[in-house]
């Protein structure tokens, strides 16, 4: 079956410091799409970005992500960490924009002044 | 436009007991998920609909679990028998065919 790995459960960064969440996956259906959803704490988990194309950047409120078929990764990066950015970040892959969603273990990012 | 609703936000149970989960979906949105996460761990699909009919519940253990959407709107996830193991978030989520999925805030249910 699909599955999503994060390798990372807790990333630790000073503010200011660059971001980068990795984010791998395994699927036999050519056509995936995959998500990084955020979760702030007493916030429902809420969507980053997308993509199912391959090669092409995709950015959203100053992060971004590249789909690389070729090594199944879609790592989540950002040139510079805030404070406002610590929460819970899902990887999660689906067959379909609109299929069920297969997600990762989540990494926490806590950003520290 | 209100987000997905869902009650209760706590749940606390003895094992055997049953508990019954509501959402609310987004306005219009015809489809609507049902997932499972335990402590640590991301969400696990349970069941999803699209209108009233159920698409996949092959996560979903049957004999304990139960899901319904009857008129395609609202849902109404069932726990018969808890167990410690069920102790997890439930979260609701909603969406349009073909477009992006909006997640509720999520019962915390926790079995003792």
């Known amino acids: 079956g699909d599955s999503v790995t994060q390798k990372e459960g807790l990333v630790t960064l000073t503010e200011g410091l660059p971001v980068m969440l990795n984010c791998t996956y395994q699927?036999?259906?050519?056509?995936?799409?995959l998500f990084w959803y955020v979760h702030y704490l007493n916030e429902s988990p809420r969507l980053l970005l997308k993509s199912s194309t391959d090669n092409k950047r995709t950015e959203h409120q100053g992060f971004h992500a590249t789909l690389h078929k070729s090594s199944s990764s879609f790592h989540l990066q950002k040139s510079s960490a805030q404070l406002s950015d610590s929460a819970l970040y899902y990887c999660?892959?689906?067959?379909?924009?609109?299929?069920?969603?297969?997600f990762g273990k989540g990494t926490k990012l806590s950003v520290k002044s | 436009e209100a987000g997905v609703t869902q009650s209760p936000r706590y749940a606390v149970l003895q094992e055997g007991q049953a508990v019954s989960f509501w959402c609310d979906p987004i306005?219009?949105?015809?489809?609507l998920y049902w997932y499972q996460q335990p402590r640590d761990q991301g969400p696990q699909l349970l069941v999803y609909f699209r209108d009233e009919a159920v698409i996949d519940n092959s996560q979903l253990p049957s004999d304990r679990f139960s899901a319904v959407r009857p008129k395609g709107t609202n849902s109404t996830l069932k726990i018969q028998s808890a167990k410690q193991g069920d102790t997890a978030t439930y979260l609701c989520?909603?969406?349009?065919?073909?477009?992006?999925?909006?997640f509720g805030p999520g019962t915390r249910l926790l079995v003792l």
């Open positions: 999660a892959l689906s067959r379909g924009s609109n299929a069920k969603l297969t």
């Open positions: 989520a909603s969406s349009l065919t073909e477009d992006t999925q909006y």
């Open positions: 306005s219009g949105h015809d489809t």
């Open positions: 699927t036999i259906y050519s056509n995936a799409f």
